[in-house]
């Protein structure tokens, strides 16, 4: 078992930054994959970005690529999702979620979820 704990969120004007985290507690390995998701308002949850934890693996998705950033301190098992020059249309729940067996796009694959996040951009 895997536990997730977000943190973080909040609001923020367009052209802001923002820092996530996700504190994993319970049996963590190094094969797993450590994932972002988000879920705007009224859409499906979508992929924001993923590592490995032992590393070899890093995966942005197009529309955050060059603004958000995967970080972590193995010491504390947490990992942080820096956003920077957000936009309206980055509001989201957001959500980190483990893999314990290879990497996916597809939410329904990973096997472990935190709780979610809320971020708010104003335009």
């Known amino acids: 078992q895997v536990q997730l704990v977000e943190s973080g969120g909040g609001l923020v004007q367009a052209g802001g930054s923002l820092s996530l985290s996700c504190a994993a507690s319970?049996?963590?390995?190094?094969?797993?994959?450590m994932g972002w998701f988000r879920q705007p308002p009224g859409k499906e949850r979508e992929f924001v970005a993923a590592?490995?934890?032992?590393?070899?693996?890093?995966v942005y998705a197009d529309s955050v690529k060059g603004r958000f950033t995967i970080s972590r301190t193995n010491a504390k098992n947490t990992v942080y999702l820096q956003m920077s020059n957000l936009k309206p249309e980055d509001t989201a729940v957001y959500y980190c979620?483990?893999?314990?067996?290879?990497?996916?796009?597809?939410?329904?694959?990973?096997?472990?979820w935190g709780q979610g996040t809320q971020v708010t951009v104003s335009p």
């Open positions: 590592f490995k934890w032992s590393g070899g693996l890093l």
């Open positions: 319970g049996r963590t390995l190094s094969s797993y994959i």
């Open positions: 979620a483990v893999k314990v067996d290879g990497f996916s796009y597809q939410s329904n694959n990973y096997d472990y």
